[in-house]
């Protein structure tokens, strides 16, 4: 099994800074015949399911805000919201979609400071 | 608008079995495949499974692999999972999931609870 390991497990970032979410896979998620990673992110809000903001490790998921970005390939990847905003606090996890089962990293926890 | 509702939940004991549903609209079930995912209490989400859309092709996390069976009907429009024995471990909420790959709309999620 791919394991998806997430950093850090907890994040505070004031409102309008950065805030970078990184992911890294046990073995490359990049397929070679089209060149693309398998890999999403996804936002989860309390008592919530799961929203998808990114896939194919960097597209944006539709109605998603462009402060979300995703980049990265091979086992190396990030979650970036380039101006933190209230309603941006969440867990965020990555997922590889690039075998099954199609593992999640642990989560990363982002709060206000 | 696409709508994914997980019914069947609830409390059962160690060793039993539960079957949860998820009815799908707004969207052409037939066309797409479908996931279970859980996350127990506190905890991070879990891959559980994958139907390919005719039902021809199953996953499944190796943790219920041989105790939970994943299944679809089309014409009903309703993805199911079968759990048998349950185990304390199992004990999450349930969400079923819409695509090939990466999923893009989910439900709400049930709660599934095994305790004596």
């Known amino acids: 099994d791919i394991v998806m390991t997430q950093s850090p497990d907890s994040l505070a970032v004031s409102l309008g800074e950065r805030a970078t979410i990184n992911c890294k896979s046990s073995?490359?998620?990049?397929?070679?015949?089209?060149?693309?990673?398998?890999l999403g992110w996804y936002q989860q809000k309390p008592g919530q399911p799961p929203k998808l903001l990114i896939y194919?490790?960097?597209i944006r998921e539709s109605g998603v805000p462009d402060r979300f970005s995703g980049s990265g390939s091979g086992t190396d990847f990030t979650l970036t919201i380039s101006s933190l905003q209230a309603e941006d606090v969440a867990v965020y996890y990555c997922?590889?979609?690039?075998?099954?089962?199609?593992?999640f990293g642990q989560g990363t926890k982002l709060e206000i400071k | 608008e696409v709508q994914l509702v997980e019914s069947g939940g609830g409390l059962v004991q160690p060793g039993g079995s539960l079957r949860l549903s998820c009815a799908a609209s707004?969207?052409?079930?037939?066309?797409?495949?479908m996931h279970w995912v859980r996350q127990a209490p506190g905890k991070g989400l879990v891959w559980v499974s994958r139907?390919?859309?005719?039902?021809?092709?199953?996953s499944y996390a190796d943790s219920v692999k041989g105790r939970f069976t994943i299944s679809r009907d089309n014409a009903k429009n309703t993805l199911y999972l079968q759990m048998n024995s349950l185990r304390a471990e199992d004990t999450a909420v349930y969400f079923c999931?819409?695509?090939?790959?990466?999923?893009?709309?989910w439900g709400q999620g049930i709660l599934v609870t095994v305790s004596s």
């Open positions: 073995q490359s998620v990049l397929y070679s015949s089209n060149n693309k990673n398998y």
């Open positions: 707004g969207f052409t079930f037939s066309t797409y495949w």
């Open positions: 997922q590889q979609y690039y075998s099954t089962p199609f593992t």
């Open positions: 139907i390919k859309t005719d039902g021809s092709s199953t």
């Open positions: 194919w490790a960097s």
């Open positions: 999931a819409r695509g090939t790959l990466v999923t893009d709309y």
